[in-house]
């Protein structure tokens, strides 16, 4: 056989074999999709050093160029394979099957598929192989190229129809039907002066497209809000289960919280602010009638991800969101419900699409991140951020520096700001909103033309100033004094 030939029949075997599994997979689960199994699955597997490499150097693109890889490392094996059978179908076949046995060993490590889901690496074994045989065996004959135009046109097919059918669950339908969620107590109005945009800091409330994002899954939770429930259970004398219309019914609270990522780098992007809407998890928690020795809330998604936190804290400030911003949870943010808990950092309390609280211990109990290296206890650290002027930017006129603190739930009470190294200066605050929430600020500094580098620390209202040691986000929270250098011209 023509190495082109043979080559091109490995190829799309292997083409073939996934989009056969990822059609199955709209039936039975997306995430059986092998495809997107192996994905998940590597990415649990990943150590965290790799991961944080990842995070750092591809930011929230990581998954894109996860994909991309695997995609290319699949094509490289299915051209190599088809290579390797040039004078008998043998190898191409063996290849096929271990591939399988791969997508059903990632599929059986998934946490939110049925057993039905083992159908789906089942069907990519089985379309790989006839696809494979077959169009080897025209080769052979010198089959036509039509064969393989069709072959190609075909998995396309069976892919692009996996995929619309796979998210074919009509998430935007229920959102609508649901329409805005008015709160029993309506956080207090933002008053003008909490930002100061113009001077380049993030607006105090952040719009949910521009909300920052970290999920572990590769492909978002699609759950109606009238299929989806609660479970409240473990240590408590009363278990129950909570639906959608359960909570809605109930006496909603909204409040303004800043949600933070403990993965954030000095200065990092992954910090936002919203108004959530919800009830308090101390109510719900009450009700079921906490056991004495609980001291963690175990929260669990249908995607599998978990978390833990403190029991007292969450019993004092924890949500269970159905709301954000006036609207229902956008689909990405966890819809029809997530956890938001003030002052945790978002992996030790923030679970989106949660669907089980389990009321344990932290001895018995360990969250997704905990075994891959981050501490199983995370308050959120005092600090502030730089925004304006940027890093290596050019300032004219006079220098406004600006830029926003956060130290939920303690609150800020003062930032500051130094040129050069020289004297620190206290920067004016925006509006005090809630202890819960980020605080902007702004301070005009006189600077002569040429290169200089500002640095900022925050002061909570207990009187902590934010630590100048740099600390690596690993394994609780990065800590030290942001700096941006930038020329007055
Ligand atoms: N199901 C699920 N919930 C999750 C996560 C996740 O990966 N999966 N990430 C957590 C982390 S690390 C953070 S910082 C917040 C981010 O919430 P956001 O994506 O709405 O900003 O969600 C938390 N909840
Ligand atoms: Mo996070």
Request: with cysteine; proline share 5%.
């Amino acid at each position: 056989m023509k190495p082109v030939k043979a080559a091109l029949t490995g190829l799309l075997a292997i083409v073939a074999a996934l989009a056969a599994g990822h059609l199955v997979a709209a039936f039975v689960g997306l995430s059986a999709s092998p495809y997107l199994a192996v994905g998940n699955a590597a990415i649990d597997l990943t150590p965290s050093w790799l991961k944080d490499f990842a995070v750092t150097a591809f930011g929230t693109y990581d998954k894109a160029v996860l994909l991309t890889g695997m995609a290319l490392v699949l094509a490289g094996i299915g051209v190599a394979a088809g290579l390797a059978s040039r004078n008998s179908a043998t190898p191409g076949s063996v290849v096929a099957v271990v591939l399988g046995l791969v997508g059903i060993a990632a599929v059986l490590t998934r946490p939110d598929v049925g057993q039905l889901a083992l159908l789906a690496p089942i069907a990519s074994i089985a379309a790989g192989l006839w696809v494979f045989r077959r169009l080897h065996r025209q080769t052979e004959e010198d089959g036509s190229r039509r064969d393989f135009l069709v072959t190609a046109g075909l998995a396309v097919a069976a892919g692009v129809a996996g995929q619309l059918l796979g998210n074919r669950t009509d998430v935007e339908g229920s959102r609508r039907a649901i329409g805005d969620l008015t709160p029993k107590t309506k956080a207090p109005e933002i008053p003008v002066g909490a930002d100061f945009v113009k001077d380049g800091t993030p607006s105090f409330i952040t719009s949910g497209d521009d909300f920052y994002r970290i999920d572990t899954a590769l492909s978002v939770p699609r759950i109606r809000a009238e299929e989806w429930a609660l479970r409240v259970h473990g240590m408590v004398e009363r278990p129950m289960v909570l639906t959608f219309e359960e909570i809605r019914s109930r006496d909603l609270v909204e409040e303004t919280i800043t949600l933070t990522c403990v993965s954030n780098e000095v200065g990092g992007p992954y910090i936002s602010n919203a108004n959530f809407v919800g009830i308090r998890i101390g109510d719900v928690l009450r009700e079921a009638g906490v056991k004495a020795g609980a001291d963690q809330l175990f929260s669990t998604s249908d995607d599998g991800f978990t978390a833990g936190s403190p029991l007292d804290h969450v019993l004092e400030r924890g949500l269970i969101a159905i709301g954000m911003n006036g609207q229902p949870l956008p689909a990405e943010h966890g819809f029809p419900a997530r956890l938001v808990v003030p002052g945790l950092y978002g992996y030790v309390s923030a679970t989106k699409w949660v669907t089980d609280l389990n009321v344990t211990t932290f001895a018995k109990e360990q969250g997704y991140w905990i075994p891959r290296g981050w501490a199983a206890r995370a308050p959120i650290k005092t600090m502030s951020r730089i925004d304006r002027p940027r890093r290596m930017g050019k300032v004219q006129g006079r220098t406004v520096v600006a830029g926003t603190a956060w130290a939920q739930p303690k609150g800020v009470a003062k930032v500051e700001v130094r040129a050069d190294g020289g004297p620190w200066q206290e920067a004016q605050l925006g509006a005090d909103v809630s202890d819960s929430t980020w605080r902007m600020w702004r301070i005009e500094m006189d600077l002569r033309p040429g290169s200089h580098t500002v640095e900022c620390r925050a002061t909570d209202k207990t009187g902590y100033t934010q630590d100048q040691a740099r600390l690596d986000p690993v394994p609780d929270g990065a800590t030290g004094w942001h700096s941006v250098t930038f020329t007055v011209e």
